[in-house]
């Protein structure tokens, strides 16, 4: 299936690695110029090499940290003008309440929550005036099903979401969609080194340790970044104008309801 954006131009945040990282591949091989962020450069650049090596599509790299200002600016002055925006960021730790300061709070609202609200604020009059816009939050399944350990994030992302749903539906007459992706478990760095990586300590090989993690999904494992890209590519074009303020859980079936 074309998706029918060929030639548009997408920021991809957070995607030298993981989750960004697939949706970046994903858009560029349906056509569409990149700007992709990350604080790392080496792990930026060889994902920016592999993806034009690939794809033959312009990929423009920025250094920085997008949950800062500097970092957005820089962001937006690789692309003022972008038809697709891909919000992404890392999350915040884990913890206990009862630890967190007011410090640790507002880093993670910063980081996923504000940081996603100011680029939109930044890219969406824009994409009315052309008549085309397509935003992804990358958030997390805990929007959904909270995860006890990661109030922060859980917090943070849900304030994003319930902001998002209002605007959603005053844009979408313009062709301008705004949805979130919500992940569950997906082998990414972020995975191997958190809860793979305690497994692997204790004995268990990352195959051993992969392969528990996903024993008692729905899906029989966890998830493949891959197949978050694909999701993500599809929310993005053409044809997806009519899906407006969903909240797209991928996480195996994990999540147990009937319906949502
Ligand atoms: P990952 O594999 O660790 O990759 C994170 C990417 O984001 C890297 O490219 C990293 O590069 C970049 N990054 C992190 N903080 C950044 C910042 N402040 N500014 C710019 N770039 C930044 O992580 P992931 O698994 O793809 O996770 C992506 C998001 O999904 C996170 O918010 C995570 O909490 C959420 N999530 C993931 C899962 C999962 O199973 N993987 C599940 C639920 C939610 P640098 O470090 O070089 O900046």
């Not at 993690?213 to 599809?234: L, Q």
Request: proline residues 5%; charged residues 20%.
């Amino acid at each position: 299936m074309d998706l029918g954006i060929r030639g548009k131009k997408a920021i991809v945040c957070a995607a030298s690695k993981g989750l960004g990282r697939a949706c970046a591949i994903s858009l560029a091989r349906e056509g569409v110029d990149l700007v992709i962020t990350a604080r790392g450069a080496e792990a930026l650049e060889a994902t920016a090499s592999e993806i034009r090596a690939k794809y033959q599509v312009n990929v423009t790299t920025v250094v920085g940290d997008i949950s800062t200002e500097e970092g957005r600016a820089a962001a937006l002055a690789a692309c003022p003008a972008p038809d697709i925006l891909v919000n992404n960021c890392g999350g915040p730790p884990p913890g206990d309440f009862r630890d967190w300061q007011r410090e640790d709070w507002i880093k993670a609202i910063d980081s996923n929550m504000l940081t996603p609200i100011f680029l939109i604020k930044s890219v969406v009059d824009g994409m009315i005036g052309r008549k085309f816009g397509r935003i992804v939050n990358i958030t997390s399944a805990s929007v959904k099903s909270p995860i006890p350990h990661l109030g922060m994030s859980n917090g943070a992302r849900a304030g994003l979401t319930g902001f998002v749903a209002g605007l959603a539906r005053q844009v979408a007459k313009h062709n301008v969609t705004i949805n979130g992706l919500l992940p569950g478990p997906f082998n990414t760095d972020r995975i191997r080194n958190s809860s793979l990586a305690m497994a692997v300590k204790a004995g268990k090989t990352m195959e051993e340790a992969l392969a528990d993690m996903g024993k008692n999904n729905p899906a029989g494992r966890i998830g493949d970044p891959a197949e978050f890209g694909e999701a993500c590519a599809f929310l993005c074009g053409a044809q997806a104008g009519f899906i407006v303020g969903q909240n797209l859980v991928m996480d195996g079936g994990n999540f147990n309801s009937s319906m949502g």
